[in-house]
T-cell receptor, first 111, second 109 residues
Framework: DVKVTQSSRYLVKRTGEKVFLECVQD?????MFWYRQDPGLGLRLIYF???????EKGDIPEGYSVSREKKERFSLILESASTNQTSMYLC??????????FGSGTRLTVV | GQQVMQIPQYQHVQEGEDFTTYCNSS?????IQWYKQRPGGHPVFLIQ?????EVKKQKRLTFQFGEAKKNSSLHITATQTTDVGTYFC?????????FGTGTRLKVLA
C-alpha cells in the first residue's frame, strides 16, 4: 500500500513564525498535493506539483509556498504564520488520474 | 470557476435505513471520485467513475455518474454503524479535482 507520511500530527506555532510542514510518499507518485480542511468548507487546494521542482498554485495559495526538491517529498511553507492559518493540513499523492492517497494530516494551531 | 456542490450537508439515519448523498458540478466532469473520512481520520479513496451513466457497486454502496457527467450519487443500503463518517465527491474538470464540501453521516444504533 502507498504510504503518505506527514511529519507532525499536531503543531502549535506563534504568529509570525515560519512553519514547515513535511510530506513524504513511498510509491514513486508523480503528483503531490497540499489541502487544508476547515469545518463547512471541505478540502481546499493550496498547491500541487506534477513533477520534481514543479509547482502550481491551487485555489488558496496566499500566505503559502511549497518546495519539491525530490520526487518523494513535498513541503508546505507558511512564510509568516497567522491565526487564520489554523487548520487541518492534508498532503496527498497520486499516480496520473488515479485516486489520491492522503496522509494522516497535521493539525496546526497558530497562537 | 468550477464548483462542486454536495447535499445534504448532514444526515442522521437509524441503523438499517438507506442513505444517499448527491454531488452536482457547475461544469462537465471528465471523471468523479468518492472518498470516505472517518471521524478523526483522513479521506480514503473509495472509487472512480469515468463513463457517462456509469454505475458501480461495492457491497452495500452504489455509485452513479450522471448521463451528462455533471452529477453523481452515492447510495448506501441498510446502513451500519461502521458507515459513520463524511463522504466527499471530487470532480475532475480541466486539469484538477475539486472536492465537494462533504456529507456527514451519523448512524444511530
Amino acid at each position: 500500500d502507498v504510504k503518505v507520511t506527514q511529519s507532525s500530527r499536531y503543531l502549535v506555532k506563534r504568529t509570525g513564525e515560519k512553519v514547515f510542514l513535511e510530506c513524504v510518499q513511498d510509491m514513486d507518485h508523480e503528483n503531490m498535493f497540499w489541502y487544508r480542511q476547515d469545518p463547512g468548507l471541505g478540502l481546499r487546494l493550496i498547491y500541487f506539483s506534477y513533477d520534481v521542482k514543479m509547482k502550481e498554485k491551487g485555489d488558496i495559495p496566499e500566505g503559502y509556498s511549497v518546495s519539491r526538491e525530490k520526487k518523494e517529498r513535498f513541503s508546505l511553507i507558511l512564510e509568516s504564520a497567522s491565526t487564520n492559518q489554523t487548520s487541518m493540513y492534508l498532503c496527498a499523492s497520486s499516480l496520473a488520474s488515479y485516486g489520491y492517497t492522503f496522509g494522516s494530516g497535521t493539525r496546526l494551531t497558530v497562537v | 470557476g468550477q464548483q462542486v456542490m454536495q447535499i445534504p450537508q448532514y444526515q442522521h439515519v437509524q441503523e438499517g435505513e438507506d442513505f444517499t448523498t448527491y454531488c452536482n458540478s457547475s461544469t462537465t466532469l471528465s471523471n468523479i471520485q468518492w472518498y470516505k473520512q472517518r471521524p478523526g481520520g483522513h479521506p480514503v479513496f473509495l472509487i472512480q467513475l469515468v463513463k457517462s451513466g456509469e454505475v458501480k457497486k461495492q457491497k452495500r454502496l452504489t455509485f452513479q455518474f450522471g448521463e451528462a457527467k455533471k452529477n453523481s450519487s452515492l447510495h448506501i443500503t441498510a446502513t451500519q454503524t461502521t458507515d459513520v463518517g463524511t463522504y466527499f465527491c471530487a470532480g475532475k474538470g480541466t486539469y484538477k479535482y475539486i472536492f465537494g464540501t462533504g456529507t456527514r453521516l451519523k448512524v444511530l444504533a
